[in-house]
């Protein structure tokens, strides 16, 4: 692929920039500084938040210009991140928790003076990648990019450029002056003599991950003012571009939510429909079935842990297709100090205020242990779309958004077991009825379990797209046929034994 | 001091317990089971949470019993704790960091297999402690439990006791069947050899924590059935206790509302009125001294970052005192990596649903970092006094919550810096008044700030309370005169400095 950043120089040296002086320099910063105000202001109460992402040359001086801006802004709409080693939490983690964790909600400015493009930009320039992990490494940080400016954040990097003879210049004069000369580093003098190979490398990423709704920068950074001033232009610019741009598209939103309800994939939920539901199981055969399971269950669990992989169980089915009994025959055999129950309910208004996979990446757990999910990231595809909490493009877009979420899961080491549970609606009439007739049981159901079963049919067609669209190879859906509680129960034990002990074997 | 823990035995034998046979298990256990499950619904919707703490005898079957304990409750509500060793991310942070952290939201059940005590039991019956440091110890403990018990969370611990010859055949049966010979380790032969002194301790540490609130319960583990009994039934007697407590106090609250204006300590207002207020300061003036200091504060911040140790800073004035314009002038001579500024306003519902203090203990900084507070965890006895946002038992009790906290930190190696901006009267109206004259300060003055305003005698009682009461040695009060801007952020500087500077030297 050729690179598309413009401007981009493919020349080691150019016409020296015209410096700016301090009183030019002080002429234009009172009105950027006044503009910045009204920014963060308008931030305040915006639908959306803003990541300033900044990399560039070594030398180009981006910590002073980062601190210049911060001196600029009110510190208290902005965080500032710069990630060094990751700490243990993180490494038992997949590549991407740290930079979900670190996210601001929406209305805030996030500063990274580093970040995702940090270690790859570090490594690839080392020589010590393989073109094909480059590759997958950026497909990953384009999905990222694309996956929180497709919803609520505006996503700003900045290369701060430098010629090979200005980096020179700029290595001189520091090392001129007994105070600063500590700051060339004998990796920054190494990068000096590999110039021309890291530049191709920058130009190459640079490449392949401007895109629309993030767009990469470019400030040339050999004048301190003039760089400090464009880095502030560049915020300034890019941040009225995304208003205006917003204020264009809201009036476009909403006006297909009638075909929410039409199918995108019919064998989905024709294999849903096709699934034989009554199965007999006496509770003799069924007891002695499940010990054997149960300790089957517990090594492959025990097992996992071993081997230092963590476990992820997502459960899904209609209102009282009995997650929560299945949940609780699966949990007897995992130790109670080993998992943990994720009841997803209404989002926190913490939750609300991020990208709707944030809950859950925030749950995911460290290496060697087990997180259950009652109800999952695929209320994105069932909940909101039949209900109409979130627009058409959402939801159409988040099977391959939730299908990417548990690939980085996967590709970590993770194993990912994911059910459906289905039962009849003649089935879950008489479930329903029973609940209300027994006393302890009557909290379980309310209103909106009655409300929700009047759309039974939507549910069905969403239900069948998931299937057919998110039943990957690394995450397969695992179909449970639940109008036989026992039977049911014993099956997803069953499948999650599979599933674990296959997962073991590979990896 | 003598143990109070009732029945804590000091003989080594004891006449064997009865076993209950399987029949009356099951008997037992019908009615257990559907009381758990209305502990669960009420819990729900409790205005408190549970911590059901568990620990005991080596070898007392602690952990099979906590898996059947879950095994009859619904996971969903529940969150089970084990902590293994401290994560780096949890060892740069004071001691209590990680409990904080653990502590779940408000209507829920948390059932620690390890908690606070273990560390403390396991070096103290090793030897390792001395006993100032282990009063030490015990001393935060209670703290912690009272603090949360007089807030939201009902504490309940439990003791799993075996006498030295019931522990011995416990080793002796697991030791004859080959599948779980593994299960006792070197350890645990150690803690038998060792069983009379391991008791000795674990009967101070019991009798010096047994408190109201956070009562331990023994539990006799001989057997295995009526163990597992024994803890559902402790948790089921304990919260039926403190409903029909809450329900008989609740009447009680809020009565006394009327003295809340009424200071306690005359001296603090006498002390915050004697500050000179009106200093003279040229521009010129001004910009000659703090480009020193700044450049002072720049080396202090960067040498107490090589010692590792973190900065906090606590921010609180009156409206238009001027802490944002202040916090900029300290944040510009740190580099924008190392710290991150918290606006305290409304809590989110997530820090709602939890103990006032846990909103800033999740933002503790790591060793080396900075946290700059907008306001603090002195709201609790400023404008949630005033206000009457809590009760007058509550805002009484936190002047030594406060100082507690801060003891904590500093304790663990942390610098926490405190300002309190002091302006007049006449200096805020006129604030405010330029404030409303000018375009882009207008957002930041509104209907509440002049409603404050005409409270602001009462303020000036909560202020010199708190200013009396919570000006300790660790963590003194930095009082700042405020009306003149220049002379104010200058002040800051230099206090922060010096106190930065003799906490440097102090450890």
């Not at 234009?28 to 202001?41: A, C, D, G």
């Not at 007999?280 to 054997?292: D, G, I, P």
């Not at 992989?309 to 209609?318: D, P």
């Not at 379990?449 to 057919?468: F, S």
Request: proline share 5%; net charge positive.
């Amino acid at each position: 692929m050729t690179p598309t950043f413009p401007g981009m120089p493919r020349a080691t040296t150019t016409a020296p920039k015209p410096r700016i002086s301090k009183k030019e320099f002080e002429a234009r910063l009172s009105p950027i500084r006044q503009e910045l105000v009204q920014l963060q202001v308008a931030l305040k109460n915006a639908p959306f938040k803003v990541l300033l992402i900044t990399a560039g040359v070594s030398g180009a001086g981006r910590g002073e210009t980062i601190n210049t801006l911060m001196g600029w802004l009110d510190p208290r709409g902005v965080e500032t991140f710069a990630f060094r080693e990751p700490s243990d939490e993180e490494r038992e983690r997949p590549l991407m928790w740290r930079y979900w964790r670190s996210l601001p909600p929406r209305g805030r400015l996030g500063i990274y003076a580093s970040s995702w493009y940090t270690e790859t930009l570090r490594e690839e320039a080392g020589g010590r990648k393989a073109l094909a992990q480059l590759d997958h490494e950026l497909r990953r940080i384009r999905h990222f990019e694309k996956l929180l400016s497709d919803n609520d954040t505006l996503v700003i990097k900045v290369w701060f450029h430098l010629t090979k003879s200005e980096q020179r210049a700029r290595f001189r004069a520091l090392l001129a002056d007994p105070d600063t000369a500590w700051r060339v580093s004998e990796q920054q003098r190494h990068a000096h003599r590999i110039y021309d190979r890291l530049a191709r490398t920058a130009e190459y990423i640079i490449g392949e991950t401007d895109r629309p709704g993030a767009r990469w920068h470019r400030i040339d950074a050999a004048d301190n003012r003039s760089r400090h001033l464009a880095l502030a232009d560049t915020l300034i610019r890019a941040f009225r571009t995304h208003v205006a741009h917003l204020s264009r598209t809201s009036a476009r939103a909403n006006t297909t939510q009638a075909k929410a309800l039409v199918p995108l994939r019919p064998a989905g939920r024709k294999r849903l429909l096709a699934l034989p539901l009554d199965q007999e199981m006496s509770e003799e055969q069924y007891e002695k079935k499940r010990e054997k399971w149960l300790g089957r269950l517990n090594r492959a669990v025990r097992r996992a842990a071993e081997a230092r992989r963590s476990i992820v169980f997502a459960f899904e089915g209609s209102d009282a297709a009995g997650k929560g009994g299945a949940i609780r025959r699966l949990t007897s055999a995992i130790d109670a100090r080993d998992y943990r129950v994720y009841p997803v309910g209404k989002p926190t208004d913490e939750e609300q205020a991020h990208h709707y996979l944030w809950r859950f990446w925030r749950h995911i757990p460290r290496d060697g242990l087990v997180a259950i999910f009652d109800r999952s990231w695929y209320g994105r595809v069932l909940v909101e779309r039949v209900e109409g909490f979130c627009r058409p493009d959402e939801w159409r877009r988040a099977y391959s958004e939730l299908n990417e979420f548990e690939e980085q899961l996967v590709d970590h080491g993770t194993i990912v077991v994911k059910f459906w549970l289905q039962i009849s609606k003649d089935e879950q009439l008489r479930r329903f009825r029973a609940r209300e007739l027994t006393p302890y049981k009557r909290h379980k159901i309310n209103n909106e379990d009655w409300r929700n079963r009047r759309k039974w049919d939507a549910y069905e067609v969403a239900v069948g797209d998931m299937l057919a669209l998110t039943d990957t190879p690394h995450a397969p859906w695992h179909l449970i046929p639940a109008n036989n509680k026992r039977y049911a129960r014993l099956d997803i034990i069953r499948h999650a034994c599979r599933h674990i002990s296959a997962a073991l074997e590979k990896k």
